[in-house]
C-alpha cells in the first residue's frame, strides 16, 4: 500500500492522521496503535497538517484530483458512494453532511428567490392595473376639464363653506349647437332669456331661487369684458330690457352678473350659463323630468304638444317646454318662469330619488353633459372645484329649496304693457331677506327675535298723528344723489305740508329719525310711512321747543317709500314655493 493512502482526515481534530488499523488490516500497524496527529511526515518533509506528497517517477503523469461537481451534478447522482468509516448515523461522511446541508439552505434561498420573483410580478401586474386605472381617471378627468367653457370675469369673490354663496344661473337663447337653428332667430347674439339668482344659506339648510323675468326695465351698467387677453369697456344702457345684459354689444355673463347685484344688493359668488343644448342633455341625463300641465298644450312657437296631466320629458321636449309661454297663463314671460320653476324643481328631486347621484355610470354622464352644457366663470372652471361646490351645496334639503318670482307690476309708461318695472315695497324686503340669509321657508308661527334694547314695545306705541301733522326736515347723508329733494317730494305729495329740506348731512351708514318725547306721534307716523325699524327711531333729549324732527337718509335708503329695513318673513302676498310644490303644481 502507498504510504500516502494511510493518511485520512480526523474530523475530530481537522488535521491529516494516519488510517488507525483494524488487527493486521492493510497490512498496517497493530490494532489500537495511534498514529502521531501532528507529526512529521515520514519522507522526511516536515509537512504536518495536510496529506504528504507523493514521488512520482520519471516520466509519470500527474495524477490530479478531479474538479468538484456542481451540487446539481451531484444531486443527479443515481447510486451514493458507498459508505465508509467515520460516517454518521445516516452513512454519510461528515463531509457529505455539510454539502446536503449547503445544498439545502441552497434550495431555501432558491424557493426564496423564487418567492420574491412572484411577488414582484404580482406587485408589477397591481401596479400596471393602477396606472391603468390612474391613466383612465386621469383621461375621465382631462375630458371633462375640456368640455367646460370659462369666462374671465373681474370680480374676486369665491364661494366658501362656511358662508352663504350666490350663484347666477343665466339662461341663453343662443341659437348654438345641433339641431338648435330652427328655432328661428339663428343670428341672434343672444340674450340672458331665464336668469335664476340661487341663494345657499350658510348653514346649508334653505336656499332661494330668485327668478328674474326677462322683460324687466333695468339699468345696465356699464362692464368690463376679457377676450383672449384683451380687457374691453362695454358701456352702460339706461332704461333697457333686463335681457340686453348678456349678448348685446358684445356683453359677457359678467354684465349679468354686474347688473343683477346691483339690482339685488346681493353678492354673487359664481355664476353659470347654460343654452339650449344644456336644457336637452341634463334632461336626458337625469332619466327624464316629471312635469304636469292642467291643460293640453299645442304650441307652434315652442313646438311643444303636451296633453293635460303628467309627463316625462327630456331632450327636444324638454327644451320646448321651458320656452313656451304663449299656450299657458297670460301668455308673457312671467307665464313661463311658473313652467321653468316647476321644470327646476321636479329636476332637483330627479337627482335625489332616481339613484343618478350614487349610479357611477349615470353620474359619470350626467357630469359629462353638465360640463358639456356650462360656461362659467374662472374660479369654478375646473371639474374638481365643480364636484366640491356641487358636493357642498347638495346639502340643502329639497323641500327646503324656495322658488319665488321678483315682485314687478307693469310699466306705467306703456299704453300697452309689453314690458314690467320693479315693484320696489315687495322687492326690497325680498332683497334684504336673501343679504341677511332668511329662509321663505321659515314657520310662520315662529317667535319673533327679541329686539334691541332701547326698542320700544308696541303696547307703549303712541296712537299715530295725521300726516299733515308732520314736521320734520330731511337730510341726507347716503350715497343716493338728490335723496333729499325726492323724499321731500314724496312726502308733499302724501300730505306732509309741513316737511322741510334740510340739505346734506355727514355720511352714515344707516338711516335715523330724531324727535322729542312730545313727537313721539309724529316719529310713529313717519317711520311707518317709511318702512323703518324701531331702532332707528331715538329720542332727542334737551331739544329745543317747537323744533322740528330730523330725519336723516343713509347708506341703505333706496328710495322714497321703500322699506329701509326687511321684515324678518316675506311680505304680505308674495307667491312662493318650494322644489316639491314646484314639482308637483299642474301649469294652466
Not at 298 to 304: C, E, F, N, T, V
Not at 447 to 452: N, S
Not at 530 to 540: E, H, L, P, T, Y
Amino acid at each position: 500500500m502507498d504510504p500516502a493512502d494511510q493518511w485520512v482526515l480526523n474530523p475530530e481534530t481537522g488535521n491529516y492522521e494516519l488510517r488507525p488499523q483494524s488487527g493486521q488490516r492493510g497490512g498496517g500497524a497493530p490494532t489500537g496503535t495511534r498514529a502521531p496527529q501532528r507529526g512529521p511526515h515520514p519522507d522526511g518533509t516536515g509537512h504536518r497538517g495536510g496529506p504528504p506528497r507523493q514521488r512520482r517517477a520519471p516520466g509519470e503523469e500527474t495524477s490530479r484530483p478531479a474538479p468538484p461537481r456542481d451540487d446539481a451534478e451531484q444531486e443527479d447522482d443515481e447510486d451514493p458512494p458507498p459508505a465508509r468509516r467515520g460516517a454518521g448515523r445516516d452513512g454519510d461522511l461528515p463531509a457529505q453532511r455539510d454539502r446536503r446541508a449547503q445544498r439545502g439552505r441552497r434550495k431555501v434561498k432558491q424557493k426564496k428567490k423564487r418567492g420574491k420573483k412572484i411577488l414582484m410580478w404580482v406587485a408589477g401586474v397591481l401596479a400596471l392595473l393602477l396606472v391603468v386605472g390612474c391613466t383612465a381617471a386621469y383621461l375621465t378627468y382631462k375630458r371633462l376639464n375640456d368640455n367646460i367653457t370659462k369666462v374671465d370675469v373681474p370680480y374676486d369673490n369665491p364661494a366658501t363653506s362656511d358662508a352663504p354663496v350666490n350663484i347666477l344661473l343665466i339662461g341663453s337663447d343662443q341659437r348654438t349647437g345641433d339641431g338648435n337653428d330652427g328655432y328661428g332667430d339663428r343670428d341672434s347674439l343672444g340674450h340672458a332669456e331665464t336668469t335664476v339668482l340661487l341663494h345657499f344659506s350658510q348653514e346649508r339648510e334653505h336656499a332661494t331661487a330668485l327668478s328674474i323675468p326677462r322683460d324687466l326695465i333695468v339699468d345696465i351698467p356699464e362692464c368690463e369684458v376679457t377676450r383672449d387677453g384683451v380687457t374691453e369697456t362695454i358701456p352702460g344702457s339706461q332704461g333697457v330690457r333686463f335681457n340686453e345684459s348678456y349678448g348685446q354689444q358684445g356683453r359677457d355673463p359678467g354684465c349679468t352678473w354686474k347688473t343683477v347685484q346691483e339690482l339685488t344688493g346681493v353678492e354673487i359668488n359664481h355664476f353659470m350659463l347654460l343654452d339650449f343644448n344644456a336644457v336637452k342633455t341634463l334632461s336626458t341625463a337625469v332619466g327624464g323630468v316629471e312635469v304636469c300641465l292642467a291643460k293640453d298644450i299645442d304650441d307652434p312657437k315652442s313646438h311643444l304638444k303636451l296633453s293635460a296631466g303628467t309627463h316625462v320629458i327630456e331632450g327636444e321636449e324638454a327644451l320646448a317646454f321651458v320656452r313656451t309661454r304663449d299656450s299657458v297663463g297670460h301668455s308673457s314671460d312671467l307665464s313661463r318662469i311658473q313652467l321653468q320653476q316647476q321644470f327646476l324643481g321636479s329636476m332637483a328631486r330627479s337627482l335625489t330619488s332616481n339613484g343618478t347621484l350614487t349610479d357611477p355610470g349615470k353620474l359619470l354622464d350626467l357630469a359629462d353633459a353638465a360640463t358639456k352644457a356650462l360656461t362659467v366663470d374662472t374660479a369654478i372652471g375646473d371639474v374638481q372645484k365643480l364636484h366640491e361646490l356641487a358636493r357642498d351645496l347638495g346639502r340643502v334639503p329639497v323641500e327646503d329649496i324656495s322658488f319665488v318670482t321678483l315682485p314687478v307690476k307693469d310699466n306705467p309708461a306703456e299704453e300697452i304693457a309689453a314690458t314690467v318695472v320693479l315693484d320696489r315695497t315687495k322687492a326690497e324686503p325680498l332683497f334684504r331677506m336673501i343679504q341677511e340669509d332668511i329662509s321663505l321657508t321659515a314657520e310662520e308661527d315662529e317667535e319673533p327675535a327679541e329686539e334691541d334694547d332701547g326698542a320700544k314695545n308696541g303696547d307703549d306705541k303712541p296712537e299715530p298723528a295725521a300726516i299733515g301733522e308732520i314736521q320734520t326736515e330731511v337730510f341726507n347723508g347716503g350715497d343716493v344723489p338728490g335723496a333729499a329733494q325726492q323724499t321731500l317730494d314724496w312726502l308733499l305729495g302724501k300730505g306732509a305740508v309741513l316737511a322741510t329740506l334740510g340739505g346734506n348731512a355727514d355720511a352714515q351708514e344707516t338711516t335715523v329719525l330724531l324727535h322729542t318725547p312730545d313727537q313721539a306721534a309724529q316719529a310713529a307716523t313717519l317711520a311707518d310711512m317709511m318702512g323703518m325699524s324701531d331702532r332707528a327711531v331715538k329720542i332727542r333729549e334737551n331739544a329745543e321747543p317747537g323744533r322740528a324732527m330730523t330725519l336723516i337718509l343713509g347708506n341703505d335708503f333706496s328710495g322714497p317709500g321703500v322699506p329701509i329695513e326687511a321684515p324678518a318673513k316675506k311680505p304680505e302676498n308674495l307667491e312662493s314655493s318650494t322644489a316639491e310644490d314646484a314639482a308637483d303644481t299642474c301649469a294652466a
